[in-house]
């Protein structure tokens, strides 16, 4: 019924379309894996599953609450409604103090404690990231 040309066309349209369907979807996949959610003390006392999940905790650091020793950081990040205890190794930025602005990036142990690989608070004194200006003016 069709000639030749038209079954080639239209064989061609469809794996044009099958192969982008295809790309679409195994860049959604390879994302999915690479987004990290951000959350505050408050929003991860609610969460259902809290083990082994990598996420970013933002807030205040909570006064008198850093304890350093020569290979760990200890403190607390606060949203003045709910507390997270942060343990991390490694070199902390420069303006990272009590009172001010900062972002954890890691895993959740329980709801109370968190295992930060990075801390992302490089920022000035007048400056609070987006997402914890939000949270702290959310709570």
């Known amino acids: 019924m069709y000639g030749r040309k038209v079954k080639f066309r239209f064989f061609f349209i469809i794996l044009i379309l099958l192969s982008l369907i295809l790309s679409v979807f195994l860049v959604l996949k390879s994302l999915e894996e690479n987004v990290i959610f951000f959350k ?16 970013r905790i933002g807030g205040m650091v909570k006064l008198d609450s850093i304890e ?12 003045f ?4 205890n942060v343990s991390y190794s490694g070199v902390v930025p420069n303006l990272f103090s009590e009172g001010k602005g900062v972002v954890a ?9 968190f295992e930060a690989s990075k801390i992302l ?19």
């Open 105 to 113: 990036e890691g895993y959740l142990k329980d709801r109370i404690f």
């Open 81 to 84: 409604k709910n507390e997270i």
């Open 40 to 55: 505050s003390p408050s929003e991860v006392k609610f969460l259902e599953e809290v083990k082994n999940k990598k996420i």
């Open 121 to 139: 608070a490089k920022h000035d004194e007048n400056y609070m990231p987006p997402e914890v200006k939000a949270a702290l003016e959310e709570n």
């Open 68 to 79: 350093m020793s020569s290979d760990e950081v200890n403190f607390i990040i606060t949203d």
